[in-house]
């Protein structure tokens, strides 16, 4: 995957000198010279989600901002919808409902322009829902009061990023619990809590946090004991050593080997 | 430590049949033979949480129930005062402000008197600051926004039980950051997360599960990368390779050893 994707926690900062993530976002995209295309579909506001970001954009001096509205799949299907997206240098999908995402999008003309556009080096943004929906499967909802085999729910997602499981607005909304549950049961996927106003800018199998707040990755690859059975629906999940890490921004994390990347080793390699 | 003590994440329940952790309270300090004492000292209004807890431990068998009003230093170094607590068989500290426990009780007689009592094998309970003040360091505030030298404020607690780091409602507060920040800082407390209506019942250097929720274990004892700097006021804080245990109801764990006993080992052992 050539194409960097950023994926943003949820309420990421629309404020001059705090506008990091955003910032990076246009720049990524080309700066004076990016394309962007905003698809607001989750969002039940769609417009004025679109004026929003269309306004930080342009004053972040992005070239061009196009609002895409797909309310319905022929939207989708769209010689016009396909057209912006093979415009596109960056696609960014704002919050909402991510079932909003799959149902419109998913499957859709627009679905396989934008895996095109990202091989061949766009940036696809998303925040909250459009976060969230770019796992190979996503988190749908869930209880934070227990770990247990009902308390999160999933489906698949648009699969832009395959292997983890990527929970938003982590610290806010005290999702350890949802999290954990969907981990436990999956674990050969790796889950990602982002905080809000802090993204993740994966860039081929590593990943750069970026924004105010941690991404805390929970690795329950080595776990030694997992004890979760489906046929107990609600019962409660025993979880015994799994690895946690947490990353403020700047720190790196490398997705196939599973391990962060010191700062200061970075900082050396550049 | 002969006796045990009850720490409870906060808001357990009080109805019928859905009593376990109080109901176990009640019977470890004797049942129709228990002489209960009940301290309201950290909340607000303590004439009504001594009323309820009265209310509930009569209705599940308790003997006697002697509500002990401390609401000066004075207070706690009354004779009357220590000779309740010599002769209860558990004492129980509701939730409110840990800052009172600590102001009003600390030092005093009956501090003294407790910690006599619980070398005796009498059964101390707490819950929410009543649970938090037990650890010999415990946690005063914090955020859940980021994982930062500034998220978490500590200060000594009452030492009943050392080497952990307890934070009450755990995930419904949303409090693993805050958590996080002083296990980064002070790695050499094991860091104990806990649910509403759960609790650890503490018996020497392993603990039970009780109750609806898990208990969230933070172990960076062995952590490879801890970046975390008090010059750097609020700077944010890395952390890699920590260990995460979740344990629900029935699970145990050895504080000494740090490491989670299988259910099916402790009914083995029986």
Redesign the interface.
């Known amino acids: 995957m050539p194409g960097k994707l950023l994926v943003i926690g949820g309420a990421e900062s629309h404020d001059a000198g705090d506008d990091a993530i955003l910032e990076r976002f246009v720049l990524l995209a080309g700066g004076s010279e990016a394309h962007l295309v905003v698809i607001a579909t989750a969002s039940e506001s769609p417009a004025q989600r679109e004026k929003e970001y269309a306004e930080v954009f342009h004053r972040l001096g992005a070239g061009r901002v196009t609002p895409l509205r797909l309310e319905e799949r022929e939207d989708s299907n769209s010689d016009l919808a396909v057209s912006a997206i093979e415009r596109a240098t960056g696609v960014f999908f704002t919050g909402g409902d991510q079932l909003r995402i799959t149902t419109v999008v998913g499957g859709s003309k627009v679905d396989t322009a934008l895996h095109a556009r990202l091989a061949e080096g766009m940036i696809l943004a998303g925040t909250s829902a459009g976060a969230a929906m770019m796992s190979s499967t996503m988190i749908l909802g869930g209880s934070?009061?227990?770990?247990?085999t009902d308390s999160v729910r999933t489906g698949p997602g648009m699969e832009f990023l395959p292997g983890v499981l990527i929970d938003m607005h982590f610290?806010?909304?005290?999702?350890?619990?949802r999290l954990?549950s969907a981990i436990?049961m999956f674990p050969h996927e790796l889950g990602l809590g982002i905080?809000?106003n802090t993204a993740i800018l994966v860039d081929g199998d590593v990943f750069e946090v970026l924004g105010?707040?941690?991404v805390?990755v929970?690795d329950a690859g080595q776990a030694?004991?997992i004890?979760a059975s489906l046929s107990d629906v609600g019962g409660?999940?025993?979880?015994?050593?799994?690895?946690?890490?947490?990353?403020?921004?700047g720190?790196r994390f490398n997705l196939t080997e599973r391990a962060?990347i010191?700062?200061s080793e970075r900082d050396h390699a550049h």
């Open positions: 934070i009061a227990s770990v247990s610290a806010q909304r005290g999702r350890l619990n954990l436990a905080d809000e105010a707040g941690t805390t929970i030694r004991t004890s409660p999940i025993a979880l015994c050593g799994a690895q946690l890490h947490v990353l403020p921004a720190w962060a010191k700062r």
